[in-house]
């Protein structure tokens, strides 16, 4: 069976989790540990970036495109990557501004808030973490960080994204899909960075729901939420594990 190598709220990992669930793969999941763990992920893989994968022919396969492009080529039930070449190039152009520029954009929030919210920030720590070391970095004092990385970090990014999401929010009003009619890499690479600024009910009931509030609460991002939430519901319900 197909291992999965993940930090459990990774956006990247959610994205390949989505593309496993998308073409019905059943898989594992070895969760690392950041920093001690990624020792291991280095000796297997020659980077320590997450997600990695395992095959079943003990092919090592790292970073979320790849791996989607390897999962994509699995089985035909579901093309990730559509073959009409236009289409095809609007699905890559789309998963490369989530992958970078969004993703980038949604860390740099997330950070942001999460320096900002005692629960948030334990809620985030890997559940290995014993509950005595999740008090400290709860007590901890990060009000006077909080406002030094946020003379470093650049508002503007966070504007713009907002700007594009807002947009993109009201194109879905009447689509289910980002290209075509049919569920993309596209769609998995931006639900699954959107995991960062509202998090989904797979991130687990201590999360979910939580995140930047300047994003949870902009009425105009409302219906990318929706959006994004019934791409999750129709991946991960348990008909379709
Ligand atoms: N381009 C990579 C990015 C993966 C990535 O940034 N992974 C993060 C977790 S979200 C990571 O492993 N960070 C730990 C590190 O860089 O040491 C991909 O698409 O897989």
Redesign the pocket.
């Known amino acids: 069976m197909l291992t999965l190598y993940q ?1 459990r709220h ?4 959610l994205k390949v989790r989505m593309a496993l669930h998308s073409k019905k793969i059943i898989y594992k999941i070895q969760e690392v540990t950041p920093g001690i763990g ?1 020792i291991e992920i280095f000796k297997i893989s020659g980077q ?4 990695v994968i395992l095959d079943e022919n003990n092919q090592i396969i790292s ?3 790849t791996i989607c492009e390897y999962i994509d080529s699995k089985n035909n039930h579901h093309k990730l990557f559509p073959e009409e070449p236009y289409l095809l190039a609007q699905a890559k152009l789309i998963e490369d501004w989530a ?1 970078t520029t969004m993703a980038s954009a949604c860390k740099n929030s997330l950070i942001n808030a999460s320096l900002e919210n005692n629960d948030l920030r334990s809620a985030l720590l890997p559940d290995e973490i014993p509950n005595s070391i999740k008090e400290i970095v709860d007590n901890l004092p990060l009000q006077n960080i909080s406002k030094i990385s946020k003379a470093f970090l650049k508002p503007k990014s966070n504007l713009e994204l907002q700007k594009i999401l807002e947009s993109l929010s009201k194109a879905l009003i009447n689509k289910k899909f980002l290209v075509n009619d049919n569920l993309s890499i596209a769609d998995i690479s931006i639900a699954a960075q959107l995991s960062l600024l509202k998090f989904p009910r797979s991130s687990g009931p201590f999360l979910e729901g939580k995140g930047c509030p300047e994003f949870i609460n902009n009425p105009y991002l409302d219906n990318l939420f929706i959006w994004r939430d019934n791409i999750e519901e129709y991946l991960f319900s348990a008909n379709n594990q």
């Open positions: 930090f990774s956006a990247f990992c990624q320590k970036q997450l997600p970073d979320s495109s992958d």
